[in-house]
């Protein structure tokens, strides 16, 4: 499991709550960080399912999947550089068009790739929920 601390922000009639949490990067979390110019933390808001103890102001521990990651990685990055790669591979395998246009089609592929994926988004929000329990 991923896990993340946060404090409740909002309950919600739906059994849902809201939580802000810190997001950092490896060097928020270094020692040497403020000689640093590098290091960046952001506070990010997630929707999770409660457990129904949780209320405003409590310390929370965010949950997913770590195969949830995994597959994200895969439909945000793997599958557009595969489609991207397939056309070029195709495109100048058939030696028709000229690089620059078989380029601007694998682009354009990418986009399309997408646009379909916006069109399934309730379908994968549905699947990469949150869970939100009661930090001890």
């Known amino acids: 499991m991923i896990k993340h601390d946060g404090i409740v922000i909002a309950v ?3 059994g849902t709550v809201r939580v802000k949490i810190v997001q950092t990067s490896a060097c928020a979390a270094c020692k040497a ?3 640093c110019a590098s290091a960046e933390s952001k506070e990010k808001e997630i929707e999770a399912i ?3 103890l949780l209320a405003v102001g409590d310390t929370a521990e965010v949950l997913v999947q770590q195969k949830l990651g995994w597959k994200a990685v895969l439909l945000a990055y793997i599958l557009p550089f595969v489609v991207m ?3 070029v591979v195709i495109g100048n395998g058939l ?3 000229g690089e620059e246009i078989v380029g601007t089609i694998a682009l354009c592929a990418m986009g399309v790739y997408y646009i379909v ?3 399934f988004k309730d379908k994968i929000q549905k699947e990469f929920s949150f869970t939100a329990v009661k930090k001890q």
């Open 117 to 119: 994926l916006g069109f």
């Open 85 to 87: 790669l397939g056309v």
């Open 95 to 97: 030696q028709v068009i």
């Open 50 to 52: 409660g457990d129904g």
């Open 12 to 14: 919600n009639a739906n």
């Open 33 to 35: 960080k403020a000689m």
